[in-house]
């Protein structure tokens, strides 16, 4: 089995300059979409991909992740699931305040011909505060034991940035091995867990290239 990780396109929120934390707080929105240099950045997937006889692909609900997966794997011919637990650490909220995401019908607009069967009518985030530190693991915890359903597949996952760095260090201790604190992750980088022997290794990490070598 291989899982290739893939952060999503920089979103208008990633565009937003950090120099002035005030400004930065009041220019963010609660669900970004991807900006124009992020669609550049999802549709380097596509020849990334090109040659990697992907099984299934998967996406977080939140809409950079989303339209990620349509200017980047869509055109490869491959339907995207989207599942609700992918989303990013501390849920979906803004200043404080807490939402529960966009619901079915709200992304079947969007994306149509999505996956959406295990979206809830009402959204996906239902917690009434913003995801701890501890919940959030757990939720990673939950994550990596559902990869184990998918078998032999390759699957291409596109997901967030604190989503992935927890997943690689979770398997890491699981291999008995130091973690990373400072992990790079770039937009569309892509990070390959592979499971050898009942357990998952960690192939490589943040990587941009075509990667025929590693199909």
């Known amino acids: ?10 979103s208008t929120n990633n565009e937003i300059s950090r120099s002035d934390p005030i400004i930065h707080s009041e220019l963010r929105v609660k669900d970004p979409g991807l900006s124009p240099n992020g669609i550049s950045q999802a549709q380097t997937l596509i020849e990334y991909l090109r040659n990697i006889p992907l099984d299934k692909v998967v996406s977080s609900p939140m809409l950079r992740s989303l339209q990620t ?6 055109p490869l011919g491959i339907q995207v699931e989207i599942l609700p637990y992918l989303y990013e ?7 404080n305040q807490v939402f529960p995401g966009m619901n079915k019908n709200e992304i079947l607009e969007l994306f149509p011909n999505y996956n959406t069967e295990q979206i809830p009518e009402n959204g996906y985030y239902f917690k009434d505060h913003i995801e701890t530190d501890i919940e959030f693991l757990e939720r990673v915890q939950g994550i990596i034991q559902e990869f184990y359903k998918w078998n032999e597949q390759k699957v291409a996952v596109v997901i967030h940035e604190y989503l992935i760095k927890s997943i690689i260090n979770e398997v890491l201790k699981g291999c008995g091995l130091d973690t990373i604190e400072n992990i790079v992750l770039d937009n569309c980088g892509v990070t390959l867990l592979e499971k050898v022997e009942g357990k998952y290794l960690v ?13």
């Open 1 to 10: 089995m291989k899982i290739y990780l893939i952060r999503h396109g920089k």
């Open 69 to 74: 997966t349509a200017y980047g794997l869509v």
């Open 89 to 95: 650490k501390g849920g979906i909220f803004y200043k």
């Open 203 to 215: 192939k490589f990490i943040n990587h941009h290239l075509i990667i025929n070598n590693w199909t």
